[in-house]
């Protein structure tokens, strides 16, 4: 069974980055479509982005971090990474990543996806 655990979270200032981790154990990415959400409390999570599968390598962001944001796989350490860039405090969240395999109409969704990492938090605050 799949499993995925989030790391490279933390606090940094306004307009830093950071990069998050989701390392992969049990088995490979492999033809998953791995996405990145987001969720702060009292509010439902929020997609991030994903990478649609190593066929197709089709890139998929939310406008809200789309040129500031950047998702890329290592095959060989079977991880996705996501490169935060230009952080603001609205970018404030616990952090998940997740592997599934959505149609199109769902790659956006939570319910697109069925195996999920413990999340990492990331603020942003001066």
């Known amino acids: 069974q799949l499993q995925l655990v989030e790391s490279g979270g933390g606090l940094v200032q306004p307009g830093g980055s950071l990069r998050l981790s989701c390392a992969a154990s049990?088995?490979?990415?492999?033809?998953?479509?791995v996405g990145w959400f987001r969720q702060t409390p009292g509010k439902e999570r929020e997609f991030v982005g994903a990478?649609?599968?190593?066929?197709?390598?089709?890139?998929f962001y939310a406008d809200s971090v789309k040129g500031r944001f950047t998702i890329s796989r290592d095959n060989a350490k079977n991880t996705v990474y996501l490169q935060m860039n230009r952080l603001n405090t609205e970018d404030t969240a616990l952090y998940f990543c997740a592997a599934g395999q959505p149609i199109l109409s769902t790659i956006r969704t939570e319910q697109g996806y069925r195996i999920w990492g413990q999340g990492t938090q990331v603020t942003v605050s001066s």
């Open positions: 049990g088995g490979t990415f492999g033809h998953y479509t």
């Open positions: 990478l649609r599968g190593p066929a197709q390598n089709t890139y």
